[in-house]
């Protein structure tokens, strides 16, 4: 009994306490995320966070947003999963906040901009990288990573300008992802060339003997191979290809911007691949990165941290430039937004749907490491509208 | 039904109603923190149907929720937002649009349809290839629902579903499935169903049709299931097929095993328990103010504190929280039992004309290589007590086995009547009029005595009504002495009242042919005599054949009417008991060559 008593007083208490949130002051901003920090999303979503956090603690530092509205972040785990998103958003909303931060995945991220448009609160998922999300998730879903359409339109336009005129493109049907090769197909098509083949395959497939032997017969013979495939797809794919002795050039995008693909050895020789962004000396990325190992005691070993860290700075930007914590004036401000200097790239919001216009880095494996071969932003009309299929 | 059962049921409807309405008009997230505690809760009560009530655990339920979930969404989704996100569905789809009510029905049938499909090879099979078979399932619908890209968007986000599951709809749901679960669970097929989960072979020989339970719960759970997958739909308005993989499948197993399969009290108790604790850890894990100090953020704390007690229960209670009594059955004992209506106070007894004549003609039975049985003739009337003897490993349980259908014969035939019922099953025996008691006692452990002999007083329901069969159920008690102990836990008896509850559940099947295998084994002087006593009883009250295997010669010497005695698969000698006690090939089985002389001797003086 008496144990049951002292496991009931307990639980109590500990309610007791999560119920009594910490007092809110007058201008400071709240910032709830509601992010997948445990579960599948965890390696996108914990940098992510990690990288937000760095900007608030700065802009906080430095006497807050405009110096006048601090920063408020009340961080909840979502656990991956879309109904927890979904209770925790709503909860976030219920306590008072003026922006929401939602998964890096499309399903919870749609679960929240529900919530988030029924409250009028603008929502920004960090590393979303589907065009749809904002698009059908509403007027108050943003996204912050580079749109598998803007990806694909960089790749094809520098293919375009390498002189590469035949191509053929791999996509998988199973994710949205994947499918990013049939954006890259319009814009080639769109420059003047022609895409000799659209191959499928499925996600884990890994025997790409058919394709390769399809790839190697075709007349005229295909000078460029684009492909969205991550692992273990990719380096199956790659080698079999090169083992075929196809030497066509190759463009992935950047769900390969991993350390595998740079221990592949020759078969990825020459492999170039789009990317959200590359620390060269002296860059704003660079100073990024030391400001993670300093605060992390590591150095940051993706992407996602960094643009965690955009994430913020575009909020900051919306904030400064409608003079207000309102959520409504926030995400108007936001939707106006213009060449927000981020340490991956400049970031535009105005004239688009939510998904943000931004520099896209090409990078090109050369003796097993990293070549940055350019960081152009799409020719805006080429960047074909996304696909619901 | 009990006037316990509703008690138990109007209990958690309270509980679950009280619970929305606090929950709704605190709002927000607790509103939605409860919308999600009501769907899995419905999610976990129907999984509870089947695997709570067969003892087989499912991993294939989710697969019920997803296609629901999709299919639901298709139907309510509005035409306009279909044309942009399913722009390749087929028309029947791309044109329907049906209110939440209807759509939830056609999805449920739906779901129940699929269901019966699969169930006829699920519900073939036993234990562990069952519950194989069943992640089996689970892996196939993932597949499909990817493959499907024209109506699922393949493992794209799924989004468009109006979202219409409020506290109300979610609520209702819930209530509705927890009565029903409640209501099978203490229904005729659930008692069925769960005395196969007990003791499947003896089930079987109490003339329960295993499989044919296990697919009626099978379908019923997996309707439950499909609300619960309708409404979640409904809830999120955007999903993905991983949603209904293997996450969520273990996430709802987990409060169905922390709770306790085997009831509906324990299906609610695991819910609550793990929405509970998840809630109070989420809360702290985000870091709190604890007098001024501020904790640090640890997330991970909610999957590593439900994990903990996942394990703590299982060590405490393997069977979880609330294994074996619901609510009521803990709280209230001494309504035990007691029904709806007037009590019957004095129990008639049916009085039916017991004739007929069981007959085995040449059975053979062969175990590979090993003959057990080598042409064994045998008959049995009715009102007549035939003795079974021979020495260990001569075949009198095998062909105990093979005349009350538990064993294939290899050959030979049996009659009921002069009706041919080779090869008939052992459930339908039991309807036919034969009846069993068992060597090894196998009783269904979990259930009380009045439950265990209702399994075979309810053979012929629905044709014999629920109140006959209860008249059936108090003369079995009644004629065994075992009416003071009808509701206590039927493993928990002596080993004498064990063996008495069988013969008394092998009554109520009311046969015309009884076997009985071993019934005074580990018996003393005293209680063998007694157990005599009562057999013959039985013969007079009832008028029923018996065939009777015992070690125990006084006893079947003195019983018997005939004696049929068996030596490796052969029948060696038939008769009264006086000269079969003589038979030298008798005395020489048992005895050996040299001990026989020694006897012969012994019986000539």
Redesign the interface.
Same mark, same amino acid.
């Given at each position: 009994m008496f144990r049951k008593l002292k496991l009931t007083t307990c639980?109590t208490v500990?309610?007791a306490?999560?119920? &009594?949130p910490?007092a809110v002051f007058a201008d400071e901003i709240v910032i709830g995320t509601a992010t997948g920090?445990?579960?599948?999303l965890a390696p996108y979503d914990g940098p992510a966070m990690q990288g937000f956090q760095i900007a608030v603690d700065e802009i906080n530092e430095a006497g807050g947003i405009g110096g006048k509205h601090k920063i408020k972040l009340?961080?909840?785990?979502t656990?991956s999963?879309?109904?927890?998103t979904?209770?925790?958003a709503?909860?976030l909303?219920?306590s008072g906040i003026s922006v929401l931060v939602t998964p890096s995945d499309?399903?919870p991220s &749609?679960?929240a901009a529900?919530l988030a448009t029924d409250a009028k609160i603008p929502a920004f998922s960090p590393a979303a990288s589907?065009p749809?999300?904002p698009m059908?998730g509403g007027d108050y879903m943003f996204a912050n990573f580079p749109g598998d359409n803007v990806q694909a339109t960089v790749s094809a336009e520098w293919a375009h300008k390498q002189g590469l005129k035949n191509a053929y493109v791999l996509y998988s049907?199973?994710?949205?992802y994947t499918t990013l090769p049939l954006y890259f197909s319009d814009v080639f098509k769109k420059l003047g060339n022609t895409v000799a083949g659209e191959g499928t395959y499925t996600?884990g497939q890994q025997d790409f003997s058919a394709e390769v032997t399809k790839i190697k017969s075709m007349n005229p013979p295909v000078d460029v191979v684009m492909t969205a495939a991550y692992e273990p797809d990719f380096p199956a794919f790659i080698r079999q290809l090169r083992a075929a002795g196809v030497t066509a050039q190759v463009i992935g995008s950047d769900g390969i911007d991993s350390p595998t693909t740079f221990s592949l050895g020759k078969a990825a020789e020459g492999l170039v691949f789009s990317t959200a962004g590359h620390a060269t000396a002296g860059s704003a990325l660079e100073g990024f990165n030391k400001k993670y190992a300093a605060k992390y005691g590591k150095e940051t070993d993706t992407i996602f941290s960094a643009i965690g860290y955009d994430l913020m700075k575009v909020i900051e930007a919306g904030v400064l430039a409608a003079d207000s914590i309102e959520p409504q004036a926030i995400r108007d401000a936001v939707a106006n937004l213009e060449n927000v200097k981020g340490v991956t790239s400049m970031i535009t919001y105005k004239g688009t749907t939510g998904m943000p216009v931004r520099q896209v880095t090409l990078i090109r494996v050369k003796d097993g490491g990293r070549e940055l071969v350019a960081q152009p932003s799409p020719t805006a009309d080429l960047v074909p509208a996304p696909r619901?299929? | 039904m009990t006037a316990r059962t509703w008690i138990g049921t109007g209990g958690y409807v309270f509980f679950l109603v009280a619970a929305a309405v606090i929950a709704a008009s605190i709002g927000?997230?607790i509103e939605?923190?409860l919308i999600?505690f009501f769907?899995s809760l419905i999610a976990v009560l129907g999984m509870g149907v089947y695997s709570g009530n067969s003892g087989i655990l499912s991993f294939g339920h989710l697969a019920f929720m997803g296609i629901a979930a999709y299919l639901s969404g298709i139907l309510t989704m509005p035409v306009a937002m279909k044309q942009?996100?399913l722009?390749?569905a087929p028309d029947f789809l791309a044109n329907a649009h049906l209110n939440f009510f209807a759509a939830t029905v056609v999805t449920v049938i739906f779901v129940m349809v699929v269901a019966l499909v699969v169930g006829i090879v699920i519900s073939r099979l036993d234990g562990s290839s069952a519950t194989i078979t069943t992640l089996g399932l689970l892996v196939i619908v993932h597949g499909i629902i990817?493959g499907a890209?024209d109506i699922t968007?393949?493992?794209?986000?799924f989004?468009?579903v109006p979202?219409w599951t409020d506290i109300t709809v979610a609520a209702g749901c819930a209530v509705l499935a927890i009565v029903i679960a409640r209501l099978f669970k203490d229904s005729v097929f659930g008692l069925k169903l769960r005395a196969s989960r007990d003791d499947q072979l003896a089930a079987g020989a109490m003339g329960v049709n295993v499989r044919m339970q296990r697919l009626i719960s099978w379908v019923i759970s997996a309707g439950l299931v499909a609300i619960a997958g309708v409404l979640?739909g409904h809830?999120?308005?955007?999903?993905?097929v991983?949603?209904f993989y293997f996450?969520?499948t273990f996430a709802l197993l987990a409060m169905l095993i922390v709770g306790g399969m085997a009831t509906v009290s324990g299906a609610m108790a695991g819910a609550v328990l793990i929405t509970?604790v998840s809630e109070?850890l989420?809360?702290?894990?985000?870091?709190?103010?604890?007098f001024g100090f501020q904790t640090p953020?640890l997330?991970?704390t909610?999957?590593i504190g439900i994990g903990l007690i996942i394990l703590l229960v299982m060590y405490k209670r393997a069977g979880g929280l609330l294994d074996r009594l619901e609510w009521d059955e803990i709280l209230l004992p001494r309504l035990a039992g007691r029904k709806i209506g007037p009590a019957d106070a004095v129990v008639e007894a049916p009085v039916v004309a017991l004739e007929g004549t069981l007959e085995a003609r040449e059975i053979t039975k062969a175990f590979d290589g090993l003959v057990a049985l080598d042409k064994v003739s045998l008959s049995l009337k009715s009102g007549e007590i035939v003795g079974l003897i021979g020495p260990n490993g001569s075949g009198k349980t095998t062909l105990l086995n093979v005349l009350s259908g538990m064993l294939p014969e290899t050959s030979g035939k049996s009659f009921i009547d002069g009706t041919d019922v080779t090869g008939t099953p052992a459930y339908r025996l039991g309807g036919m009029g034969i009846s069993r008691t068992f060597q090894n006692i196998r009783l269904f452990s979990s259930m009380s005595v009045r439950q265990n002999v209702s399994v075979s007083a309810l053979d012929k329901w629905p044709s014999t009504t629920s109140r006959a069969a209860g008249a059936i159920v108090d003369l079995a008690l009644q004629t065994m002495k075992l009416t003071d102990v009808s509701e206590v836990q039927a493993s928990t008896l002596s080993y004498g009242d064990q063996r008495r509850v069988e013969v008394a559940r092998a009554l109520a099947l009311n046969p015309r042919f009884l076997f009985l295998d071993e019934p005074a084994a580990g018996m003393n002087r005293e209680e063998t005599d007694a157990l005599m006593d009562d057999l013959k009883g039985l013969r007079e009250q009832f008028g029923m054949g018996i065939l009777i295997v015992d070690h125990d010669l006084p006893l079947i010497m003195k019983l018997c009417d005939r004696v049929v005695v068996l030596n490796e698969g052969h029948v060696i000698a038939e008769g009264a008991p006086q000269s079969v006690q003589k038979d030298p090939q008798v005395i020489e089985a048992y005895l050996g060559k040299k001990g026989s002389r020694q006897v012969a001797e012994i019986l000539t003086e």
């Open positions: 639980l500990g309610l306490m999560a119920a &009594f910490t920090q445990t579960g599948g009340i961080s909840k785990d656990r999963d879309a109904a927890q979904s209770i925790v709503q909860e909303i219920d499309a399903d &749609f679960a529900a589907s749809t999300l059908m049907p199973d994710t949205q996600i619901m299929q | 927000g997230s939605r923190t999600v769907i942009v996100t722009a390749n990817i890209r968007r393949g493992s794209q986000s989004f468009g979202r979640l809830f999120l308005g955007a999903f993905s991983k949603k996450v969520d509970l109070l989420r809360r702290i894990e985000g870091g709190i103010d604890v953020t997330f991970g909610t999957q």
